[in-house]
Structure formats: C-alpha cells, structure tokens
C-alpha cells in the first residue's frame, strides 16, 4: 500500500454529507436485520455497494516474500484515503501481516476502523479478518498444535474449547472473522497441507471441525470453512493442481464435513477453494456455491474467495478474459467478498456494471449478505464503538495450559515392542537429530513465527517455546543428557554423522528427533505449497536414523512432522517410534512427558502411516480393488493403520451387546461394550465404529469410521460405552446419484484402529430403499455410564 491508516479525522460516523437520518429504519437494532438491510441498501449508490464485497491488505509485501501464492504479482497499491471514501468490506489481517505488539495493534485496529466508518456517508466499519488455523496468528499469540494433532487427539470437547479460547482472544483484539477452519480431507500424503488438515476421514474431520467451529463461533467470531471444496483431492499432491475427483468421492469424502460444520456447528462463512474440478474452478462453480450450499443445505452466510481467486480466474484458469469478466463469474457463482485486497471487485465491476455487462442484482446480491453479517456483528449499531475492552495477554496461562493438554493428548505412540519407553529416570540419553534443539521444530506453516517472522529475523519469538532437548533434560534432570544435530532438514550435507554416531554409541538409549521444516511455497518440507515427490524422510535424515540403529544401542523415533512418513525401513529395527504432529509451543514438554512416563500416550493416528514411500495417493478408505491382492504386485498396506495408537496401560472390552439382528431402514440399532484399564497407570482408550457394507448397488469403501468415543479411565476402572447406530450414517449415493439408504446386510465393528477389530455387530436393513436428504442423521451419538 502506498498510504496506510493513521488516526482517526475525528468524524462522527455517519454524519458526513448525504447521510441517511438517524431516524431512518436501518439504524433501528430493534427492527428485524433483513428490513435495515434492505432499507440501507435502497439508500446506496454503486460504489458504496461494491465497496461492501472487497478487503484491503495493508502492509502487504510485494518482494516476492509472501503468504500467498502468487502475492506479489497479484497485489497492487491503492490510496487509503481514496480506498475507503465509500466504505470498506474487510480488513485483512492487521495482526497477521507484520508483527505488531498486541495491545498497540488492537489500538492501531480501532483507528483505522474510527476513519473506515468517519469516511464514508453511513458510519459503517469494516469487517476485521485473521488466519486462526492453530491459534490466532498473530506476535506473541499461543501456538497450539496444528489440526492434524487435532485429529489425532480424537477430543472433539477440547478442540470446542480450543476454539472457544482463540475465539475470545481474537474478539479481545477487535477481529470478527477467523479464517479457519480447515475441512480438506486428505487423500494424498505427500501434499504440502496435510498438516493443516484433520485427518484422512469425513466423519473424524466433520466431526473435530464442527467442534473448533462451535468453539469460535460461541466467541463471536465468524467461522470460516474452507477450502470448498475439494482442494485436497489436487492431482500428483500439487498445491492448486486440477482436482479429478468424481461426484461420488466429492459427495462420500469431500462435502460431509463442511455440511456438518454447517449444520451441526453453525459455520456462517465459507472460503471457495482454489481448484477446479473437472475443468470448472470453485470459484465460478453455481453448481457448488448457489445450487449446492445455498439452495440444498440452506447456507445464508457470506462465501469469500481465497486470497486472490477471482483474479485467478482470469490469470490461472484462464476461464475469464478480463478483471471484470472474473468478478461476474465470482459474482454469479456466489462469491461475495474478493480477498485479501480488492482488484476484481472494485472499478472493473463498477465499470461493468454501468456498461450493461454484468446485473447490479448480482451487486445486490452480495452486499445484502455481507450487511446482514455486519448487522449481526452490531457493526450498523449507532452505538457501535471500535475500541476493544481490556487488554489481554494472547499467550497467558491458561492458553498455554490447554495449548499442553491439546499436545499431550495428541502423541501417538506407534511402537515399543520392548517397554524401552517410559525412559529410566537416571539413563544415559543421547538426543540427536535437526529436530531436537530448535524450536520451529513443534510450529505448522500458519503459525506466526513460521508465517511471519521468517521474514523479520531481527524480531524475537514473542512466546517461549521449549525444544524437545530442553524439556527432555527439564523433565529428567537425573538423566545424563547428550546432544547432537547429525544433519540438516532438507540439507545434503553428512558432516555431522559421525558426531551423533559417537553420542549414540556411548548412551544407553539414543532419541532420534527427525522431521519437517514448516513454510511456505517451497521454504519448507511441509506446509502450503510445500508438496513432497514421495514420503521419504526429508533430506539424509533416513540415513542418519541408518547410522544411529546401525550403532546396536536402542533408538527412539520422534518424528515432529506436518504428515506422516514411510518408515518400514527401519521396521523391527526401532526400540519404540512416537509420533507427533507440530504439536505447539508445549508440544517439547509434552514429547519429554512421554518419553518419560509422566504421560500416558493416548493419540491415535488421523492417517495412516505407510509401509514405503511410493504408492500414492492412498487412505485406508478404499473399496476391495483398492486393497492388497493378487491383480497387482504393489501392496498399499499401511505399516501402522488410521486410528492406531499406543498407551503404557492395558485395556479389556468386555460385555458386548447389540439390539437385535434386524431393524428398518428408518430405525436404530445400540450396541455397547464395557471397556476396563487392567493396567497400573491411568489411560485412555479411543473406541471406533467403523461400517462394513458387504453388499451394495455400488462398490463400498471396505470398512469407514461412523462413531467413536474418548474415554479417561484410572487403573481398575471401567465405563460402558453405547453407540446408537442411525441408518442414514450407511447411506450412499446411489447410481442415479440420490442419496439412500439401502435394505440388506451390514456388519458394525466396534475397533481400536481401522484394523484392530474386537467385537463384530451383523445387522440386516429391511424395508424399501429410503432416499435421504440433508436432514438425515450425521452423527453417531455416543452414552457413556458408570459400571
């Protein structure tokens, strides 16, 4: 930007030349939001409409060191004080784009948001925007662990709370809508934003989304979804590549999470993704963005465009010949605000408009949503006042407190054949590997020292983060703790071997700390536009593991990655492997917990691990020909299956019950199991449901997870556990591409992992073929009682 804000000309909002009368309806918060909203809108010119449906991005770089692909090709400067002279639409990340201490920039927010509202003829302010993908990004705000530890914590009621807390730190610093959070589902590991997503499956990533989404949104805070839809399912795991999916994995896999989040969550906003899918990019798609969320599901939020989509319809799909030819198709799809900055939606449409090109009804359209939500928010109050309430610590306590829970919650033990975890308290620890003293090592891509201060070396952290080396000798400050950094990340470079072979050689156990580097457009191993070739580890970390087994001291694998890595390589070679996913600024703490035995590792996989590093893309949600067999010699058996996962105690299930054998296809079906710790340490143990369909007009993934539940158990106690299986949770879209729910055979499988079955549950569904719609039962409800 050439001109940013300053402070505010001391205008009263609203009372600049032409302004309506403070008696007019839509200044009325008594009066309905629909009737202010037409009312003020019947009162705007053009320019004042169009200017409701774009952001501005002030400070945004132009060197090339962006956060978005293609920034600095695609932002262009624009006067502030011409800019916001018929209002303003959104602010795009005054927190996330430099750092700025909190309370100056909550401050700093509330004088541009003073001369936002003082410029224009109504008073109106803008709509403040931030990433909040694992905590709110911004300086010396928590960094939580990244959504796929999310997953892996199985915890939909602390991920609410998650989002409750990042929710009123964002309300705190005067911000309204959080863009998060991510629905994609995964289909291929090697994506770069595997790490930002919540796992491999619908129902475990529709059901911890909908739980942030209610978080943010009891907050205030507009959620919201993204990206929609399909962007995961990218071909070759190329960030923004063609999606090829057909109608049925979009309707089975892709959409599922975002109606729930919809539905159950109260989502009131939707990000249309950068993809396209079969020739027809999500960001002109009315099919999608009209027919399907608006008509079909009943969405009457706001649809925003990822930053600079709509101008990509013209310089990336070449679906649109001009600026103003983009935002019609935006427009018409049903995309009412351009992000990050305006360039589609400013003089382009305005021009196009005039010139009988493109409807102002569109306009209408567009600004009537985006006036309601500003009603909603109390942004047309008369008594609206910008400023924030009391300053607040964005890194407090009891952030921190929850931001250790979330991680501890979410370490995934994938091995210890031998009990060689918990660590002996007074052992001899080498800890090697470029992972183990640096503190990015536990930070994804949208955190904000990974986000942002990559670009400002001279600024310090702001929050304290401790590495894994630090906390393993904080938690075992009897042990004899040795380090060495044996290699780089992504480096060639094999200097250091010998130095982390000499420290694993004279310890009684080495802790291997191997990873990725989160960044951004190819500035990392893992984060977007960070896409992998194949799922080796990073640069000559697998020959340093190699060279540390090859030593004949026991080696533990702690991988601090943004997804999961092959690793039947070392398969029977490894004393114990720990898994983590960027676990957050207490993800150190948490990782020395359970390498000490302070804590009981109780996270289980959001994706499976695979066995070797091609054959992708694979998930474990795949139909008979998409498993092992004799038609190919190509095995894609993960080594260590979805829904895996360790734990130092034991657990029975005991006492399996069903209903029956036989219920309608409209009615309900219990089962229950008595699930006790026989072991000597308190636990918790995640038990999944998971639906076989046999036999089925179209093929059917061989088993998919429909229920699961999280249970905390002291040793010798038990609870029993009740799942109330609806049939609309086997429904499927049929040939004709109806939804239904069939009559015939189903087996229910009550399961530690998608492989790991205890009790089986054979049901027949009688009656008629039923056609479902979107009021049909999305979730498995769970009961749990005392025994």
């Known amino acids: 930007m050439s001109t940013t804000p300053g402070t505010a ?31 003020l809108l019947a009162r705007m010119t053009l320019e004042e409409k169009t200017a409701q449906l774009y952001g501005v991005w002030v400070g945004a770089a132009t060197d090339g060191a962006g956060v978005a692909p293609l920034q600095s090709e695609m932002s262009a400067d624009h006067d502030w004080d011409e800019l916001i002279a018929h209002g303003l639409g959104q602010l795009t990340r005054s927190f996330g784009t430099a750092p700025v201490e909190p309370a100056l920039g909550a401050r700093a927010l509330a004088r541009a948001q003073r001369r936002i509202a003082g410029a224009n003829r109504f008073g109106i302010p803008a709509v403040a925007h931030e ?71 619908p129902y475990l990533v529709g059901t911890i989304g909908t739980a942030y989404v209610r978080g943010l949104e009891s907050a205030g805070i507009i959620a919201t979804l993204k990206h929609f ?17 057909g109608g049925r994995e979009l309707a089975e896999v892709t959409l599922p999470p975002f109606e729930m989040a919809l539905r159950e969550g109260g989502a009131r906003s939707v990000m249309a993704a950068y993809t396209e899918t079969d020739g027809v990019p999500a960001s002109g798609d009315p099919r999608l963005l009209t027919r399907l969320l608006r008509e079909d599901w009943g969405f009457t939020g706001t649809v925003v465009s990822d930053y600079f989509g709509i101008g990509f319809l013209q310089s990336l799909h070449r679906v649109a ?46 600004a009537r949503r985006v006036l309601l939500q500003k009603c909603e928010l109390g942004l047309l109050d008369p008594d609206w006042r910008p400023e924030p309430g009391a300053e607040t610590d964005l890194d407090s306590a009891g952030n921190r407190a929850l931001a250790r829970q979330l991680a501890e919650e979410s370490v995934v033990l994938l091995d210890n054949p031998d009990g060689v975890l918990p660590l002996a308290p007074n052992a001899r620890i080498a800890v090697v590997g470029p992972r183990a003293a640096d503190a990015l090592a536990m930070l994804g891509c949208y955190s904000f020292p990974s986000h942002v201060l990559t670009h400002h070396p001279e600024v310090p952290l702001g929050i304290d983060i401790p590495t894994v080396l630090e906390a393993v000798r904080a938690e075992l400050p009897d042990a004899e703790v040795t380090f060495a950094r044996g290699c780089g990340v992504s480096e060639p470079d094999t200097a250091g071997f010998p130095e982390a072979v000499a420290r694993a050689s004279g310890a009684e156990v080495c802790v291997a700390v191997l990873g990725d580097r989160a960044g951004l457009f190819g500035r990392g191993t893992s984060g977007e536009g960070c896409d992998a070739e194949d799922l080796r580890l990073p640069g ?29 390589r070392w398969q029977g070679r490894l004393a114990a492997v720990v898994q983590a996913f960027f676990p957050g600024e207490e993800g150190g703490p948490a990782l020395a917990g359970v390498l000490s035995g302070r804590v009981n590792p109780s996270g289980r996989l959001p994706v499976s691990v695979p066995r070797r590093p091609g054959g992708q893309p694979w ?23 979805f829904g895996h996962g360790g734990s130092y105690t034991a657990f029975t299930w005991e006492d399996f019950t069903g209903t029956g054998d036989e219920i309608p296809t409209d009615g309900s079906y219990e089962l229950s199991v008595t699930v006790r710790n026989t072991g000597a340490r308190a636990g918790a143990e995640v038990v999944q449901l998971y639906l076989h369909d046999p036999v089925a007009s179209v093929t059917r993934p061989d088993i998919r997870l429909i229920g699961y539940r999280r249970v905390q158990l002291s040793p010798g106690e038990a609870r029993r556990l009740t ?5 609309d949770l086997s429904s499927f879209p049929g040939r004709a591409g109806t939804r239904i729910v069939e009559p015939g055979e189903l087996e229910l499988r009550l399961a530690a992992s998608s492989t790991d079955v205890r009790h089986r549950a054979r049901l027949r569904l009688t009656g008629p073929v039923r056609t479902v719609g979107t009021g049909r039962v999305l979730r498995c409800e769970t009961r749990v009682t005392e025994v």
């Open 9 to 39: 000309p001391g205008a009263t909002p609203g009372t600049s030349s032409g302004a309506s009368p403070r008696t007019a309806p839509w200044r009325d918060p008594a009066l309905p939001p629909t009737v202010r909203v037409d009312d």
């Open 131 to 201: 990433e909040c993908l694992a905590g709110f990004t911004a300086w010396q705000a928590t960094s939580y662990p990244v959504p796929l530890a999310w997953g892996a914590t199985f915890d939909p009621a602390l991920v609410e709370e998650l989002g409750g807390r990042i929710g009123r730190d964002l309300r705190a610093a005067g911000v309204h809508q959080g863009l998060a959070p991510v629905l994609d589902v995964v289909r291929d590991l090697r994506w770069g934003r595997v790490e930002e997503t919540i796992g491999e499956d």
């Open 229 to 245: 839809a399909g962007y995961a399912s990218s071909a070759g795991a190329r960030n923004l590549a063609p999606v090829r999916a």
């Open 321 to 366: 010949g001009s600026p103003a030819e983009a935002a019609h198709l935006a427009l018409e799809a049903g995309i009412d605000v351009e992000l990050p900055t305006l360039s589609c939606y400013g003089k382009p449409l305005v021009d196009a408009v005039r010139a009988g090109r493109v409807p102002e009804a569109l306009v209408d359209r567009a």
């Open 540 to 568: 000559v970390q697998a020959e340093l593991l190699d060279a540390l087994v090859a030593t004949g001291v026991p080696v533990v694998l702690v991988l601090l990655t943004g997804r999961p890595y092959a690793l039947g």
């Open 619 to 641: 998930t474990y949600l795949q139909p008979p020909l998409g498993l092992a067999g004799e038609v190919s010699n190509l095995d894609p058996t993960p080594l260590f299956p």
């Open 723 to 727: 799942f109330r299986f609806h049939p």
